[in-house]
Nanobody, 121 residues
């Protein structure tokens, strides 16, 4: 059993910062690509930032220069540091992790339940 839990969302004013956390736990053999996605009301879920097991990092154009993805060496915790937040960043943010469970021959994609980020004055 693998669990993915996000935290850190909240209500902030434009220009402020937030840090989201994603904790991966359970029977884990290995962790691959880790990513943050978001979904605003009435819109499709979109990729915000991702970090591969090899350390390659990519961001969507809309957050480049403002958001930073990072993680612990064990990769069991991932962060999204969000600076200079804008109203258009308002969305539910989801953590997505590729995990090979212990005793499993394949890798699965796991999602957290999401954490709400609201940017409003």
């Amino acid at each position: 059993q693998v669990q993915v839990v996000e935290s850190g969302g909240g209500l902030v004013q434009p220009g402020e910062s937030l840090r989201l956390s994603c904790v991966v736990s359970g029977s884990i053999f290995s962790i691959g690509t880790m990513a943050w996605h978001r979904q605003a009301p009435g819109k499709q879920r979109e990729l915000v930032a991702q970090m591969t097991s090899g350390g390659n990092i990519a961001y969507s154009d809309s957050v480049k220069g403002r958001f930073t993805i990072s993680g612990t060496d064990a990769k069991t915790t991932m962060y999204l540091h969000m600076n200079n937040l804008k109203p258009e960043d308002t969305a539910v943010y989801y953590c997505n992790v590729a995990v090979r469970p212990t005793a499993a021959p394949v890798t699965y994609s796991y999602w957290g339940q999401g954490t709400q980020v609201t940017v409003s004055s």
